[in-house]
């Protein structure tokens, strides 16, 4: 039994069983062979051996040519080890003395000499520990083992362990229906995988340091999203007590499903707009059965990660019109790509960056490929005919981007106009706020634009200088410090003056620890993910615009997140008990 802590992402709790990707993809069966086969696997061994040598030696000397390749040492690190004769010879023994097959042998070797790596408590032979999977993975495949495992072809309930979920992998996630929970070695409480376990409601904890590397697939896991703790291998006291409390939270969802068809309307009848954050468009009926009124960002990038290839105008346009005809009469607000940063699409030629958050991100990036960027336009623009949609450029950090980004928005109204297509005339266009410049200079940006959200998630990157997906950094990445509290007051009261729609659609819009001051700060629309719409609705059916206001007054007094932090945790819990 081992506890870990890391960074709860998303609420609830689950007990289930592990599938660990990346370490143990390949999940080699328990195989003992007759003896007249000893000799045949002893010879796979022999084989899978000389083989892979071969293959690191001509993938070493394909990267030798580069001047201080570090791919070409950990090639020839891999080389080293296979030449070495011990390791196959301790293999070949388990074959003679237990009679595993090869692979089996393999298998159970490379976890034990993984462990051992792992136990050296020195971070570089932790680091090294994977490359051991690699070689497994290449002594296997000798073998006749085949070691891919797509998470589409999961066919039992399981908790994914993984040291990082890429952005594919995710939205591979998102289509499985056999998902219990995840948990990552790396991440912080805005990463994409955060993001979506939001999204699907799935607890999930992030950022646990060495996750990946402790647990086997198989092992029973407790995964509490809310304390952000895992636990291997739990005794039955503590599969008793994780009982309890995933019974209790069930009894709290049902309270707020009760709250489903009633408006987030403050006990002094202030009308609070409550809108969904989706991924993909089959995201909309969950939000809209949480109580959305609409989808205030939909994160479009995700279209583009799905495959090699980028998504054409038709396949935008008929995921843009689908998400349209499930909002129905209410508003979709499409944000445009935000590609780059931790979010690369799979079949582009993306360069790598040294500081991928401040480089050819999002708006930059669509602005410097308008044979990407005209096409999603487009398909937004012909989509416009099936319902509210506004469209939203992220990431402006200048007030030049978004006057560019209109620009090419109205080239393309009108290339379509001139091509016959129907579409709504005036689309609503709208700026997101989430650069420390976009913040400040909201006044400007105001004029521009038909409405403004606020996105918290990089807001708080940028301003504070703390990347939102390094979890070695994650305990100062915080929505509560004063300069983030003071940028939202300003983007808000720029707002009112020019009568321009402000809401709040980063992470910190669906954490109930926040609603009470939100509302006190004049948000009047709030953005996020499904699952958090009925907490955030039964706080605001529970105070006054006075508690708020109250709230907002003090807190903008102090001086420190950890005040802000513990003055809002007592507030909100004189609304809502412990929750
Ligand atoms: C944000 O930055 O707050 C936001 C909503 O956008 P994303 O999380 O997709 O970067
Ligand atoms: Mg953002």
């Not at 039955?236 to 309270?255: K, S």
């Not at 009633?262 to 989706?278: Q, S, Y």
Request: charged content about 25%; aromatic content about 6%; proline content about 4%.
């Amino acid at each position: 039994m081992a506890l870990k802590r890391g960074i709860g992402v998303s609420q609830g709790v689950v007990i289930g069983d592990a599938l660990v990707l990346e370490t143990e993809e390949t999940r080699v069966p328990r195989r003992t062979v007759p003896p007249e086969q000893i000799s045949h696997e002893l010879g796979l061994v022999a084989k899978g051996f000389t083989a892979a040598r071969e293959d690191v030696a001509a993938e070493r000397e394909k990267f030798a040519a580069r001047a201080g390749s570090e791919l070409a040492d950990i090639f020839g690190f891999h080389e080293h080890w296979l030449a070495d004769p011990r390791p196959q010879k301790e293999i070949a023994g388990m074959v003679e003395a237990k009679h595993y097959s090869a692979a089996y042998a393999i298998s159970v070797f490379m976890r034990r000499y993984r462990r051992r790596f792992q136990e050296m408590g020195s971070p570089y032979l932790q680091e090294r520990a994977r490359d051991f999977v690699d070689i497994e993975r290449r002594l296997l495949h000798h073998v006749g083992v085949e070691t891919r495992h797509t998470l589409e072809s999961l066919e039992e309930q399981v908790i994914i362990v993984a040291h990082d979920l890429t952005p594919s992998q995710v939205v591979a996630l998102e289509r499985t229906k056999h998902l219990l929970g995840f948990v990552t070695d790396v991440g912080g409480s805005t990463s994409h995988s955060a993001i979506i376990a939001a999204g699907l409601g799935i607890p999930a904890v992030v950022g646990l340091g060495d996750v990946a590397s402790q647990v086997s697939s198989g092992d029973r896991l407790i995964v509490d999203g809310l304390h952000g703790v895992v636990v291997i291998d739990p005794s039955p006291d503590q599969l008793a007590d994780y009982a309890v409390t995933v019974d209790h939270l069930r009894e709290i969802r049902a309270t707020l499903d009760e709250l489903r068809d009633l408006p987030a309307e403050t006990r002094d009848g202030v009308r609070i707009e409550l809108l969904g954050n989706i991924e993909f468009p089959s995201e909309v009926a969950d939000c809209l059965e949480n109580g959305a009124e609409g989808i205030g960002l939909f994160r479009s990038e995700f279209l583009f990660l799905q495959g090699p290839t980028l998504p054409t105008e038709q396949e935008q346009y008929e995921a843009y019109r689908d998400a349209a005809e499930s909002v129905g009469d209410r508003p979709l607000i499409i944000r445009t790509m935000d590609l780059g940063g931790d979010k690369c699409h799979v079949g582009g030629a993306w360069e790598p960056e040294a500081n991928p958050f401040l480089g050819l991100r999002s708006i930059r990036y669509s602005l410097q490929n308008l044979s990407v960027f005209r096409p999603q336009l487009r398909a937004i623009v012909r989509a416009s005919a099936h319902g509210d949609i506004r469209v939203m450029f992220p990431l402006i950090s200048r007030i030049m981007e978004l006057r560019q980004a209109k620009y090419v928005l109205s080239l393309v109204s009108e290339e379509l106009e001139e091509e016959g297509y129907e579409f709504k005339s005036q689309i609503p266009v709208g700026a997101m706020v989430e650069t420390p410049a976009a913040a400040i200079c909201s006044r400007e940006l105001a004029r521009e634009v038909e409405f403004m959200s606020i996105g918290t998630n990089d807001l708080i990157q940028y301003t504070l200088a703390v990347d939102r997906t390094n979890e070695r950094v994650a305990q100062l990445y915080t929505p509560a410090d004063p300069s983030i509290l003071r940028l939202i007051r300003g983007v808000i009261t720029e707002g009112r003056r020019s009568k321009v729609s402000v809401s709040l659609c980063g992470e910190m819009a669906g954490d109930p620890l926040f609603t009470i001051l939100l509302v006190g700060l004049g948000l009047s629309t709030l953005s996020m993910a499904a699952s958090n719409i009925p907490r955030v609705k039964k706080i605001i059916r529970s105070i006054t615009m006075a508690d708020a206001e109250r709230v907002k007054r003090r807190v903008l007094s102090f001086e420190t997140e950890r005040e802000v932090v513990n003055y809002l945790r007592d507030e909100t819990r004189k609304v809502w008990g412990d929750i």
